[in-house]
């Protein structure tokens, strides 16, 4: 089988980027120019809190302008296994072997104004799957532990990262996790 790649649109980092970038400008702008009385001296919490956010706005710019250039992949499959990397966190290289089951589950997400919204997305069981968790960074194990409470699996896949391709993922997957039971 071949290599199956999905990217998400590099076209949605721009904008982002660009807030950021705009962002860190006004807190710079309020660190070096916002004037204060001669009897004044600058507050340092605000100083130091603006200092901060420039600090992530100025990182948040950098990381999305990369992420523009480079496009890197949501999700790639291939004979060995798959990768799964929503918003730069990664699994790492999953085996077939590994998988027990694939499901069709639904989960509720943030949402708009009007509450929280319920979403398609594809539950992926896993042999051992602390030995997965133990993969990600030490503050997102807890968020797994409590996600596998929820859904029964610590590993989800969102629809809205595979867009139109859904189907076809889906069917890769139950094709190369069948061949791997054999």
């Known amino acids: 089988m071949t290599r199956l790649v999905i990217r998400p649109s590099r076209w949605g980092y721009l904008p982002l980027a660009a807030a950021a970038l705009f962002m860190a400008s006004v807190f710079v702008g309020y660190l070096f120019f916002w004037e204060h009385g ?31 250039f480079v496009n890197p992949a949501t999700l790639e499959l291939d004979d060995q296994g798959f990768t799964y990397c929503p918003a730069g966190v990664s699994t790492g290289p999953i085996a077939w072997r590994d998988v027990t089951e694939l499901r069709d589950i639904t989960v509720t997400v943030g949402g708009s104004g009007y509450g929280p919204e319920p979403l398609p997305a594809l539950a ?25 409470g929820l859904s029964g699996t610590s590993l989800v896949i969102d629809v809205n990262h595979l867009g139109p391709r859904w189907a076809e993922v889906r069917a890769a997957m139950q094709a190369h996790i069948d061949r791997s039971r054999r």
């Not at 009897?39 to 523009?68: I, N, Q």
């Not at 992926?124 to 596998?148: C, I, K, M, N, T």
């Open 124 to 148: 992926v069981v896993l042999r051992d799957p602390e030995a997965y968790r133990g993969r990600f960074p030490a503050l997102l194990r807890p968020l797994l532990q409590a996600r596998e």
């Open 38 to 68: 001669p009897d004044e001296s600058p507050d340092v919490v605000a100083t130091t809190v603006f200092a901060a956010l420039t600090l992530a706005c100025a990182f948040l710019t950098v990381h999305w302008t990369r992420a523009f």
